[in-house]
């Protein structure tokens, strides 16, 4: 019977390159205070250096156009 093992890897594989998305925040609904509520919060996130809690906000207002149509 033949040997039919493979030699172990000893090297990683090259990394996964990722697009880098730069799209623009969205636009908050204008009449509607859940949505200016969020980009309240959003603007601060900003200026405290909080991008995970902005990602967060965008997430949220990108979402939540559902209903004002």
């Known amino acids: 019977m033949a040997d039919t093992r493979t030699e172990?890897?000893?090297?990683?594989?090259?990394?996964v390159e990722l697009p880098l998305r730069m799209e623009s925040d969205p636009e908050p609904v204008k009449d509607c205070p859940g949505c200016v509520e969020v980009?309240?919060?959003?603007?601060?996130?900003?200026?405290?250096?909080?991008?995970?809690?902005?990602?967060?906000?965008?997430v949220i207002i990108r979402r939540h156009p559902i209903g004002h149509s």
């Open 39 to 58: 980009a309240n919060v959003r603007t601060r996130a900003y200026a405290t250096g909080d991008l995970t809690t902005v990602t967060d906000c965008n």
């Open 8 to 15: 172990p890897r000893t090297y990683q594989d090259a990394p």
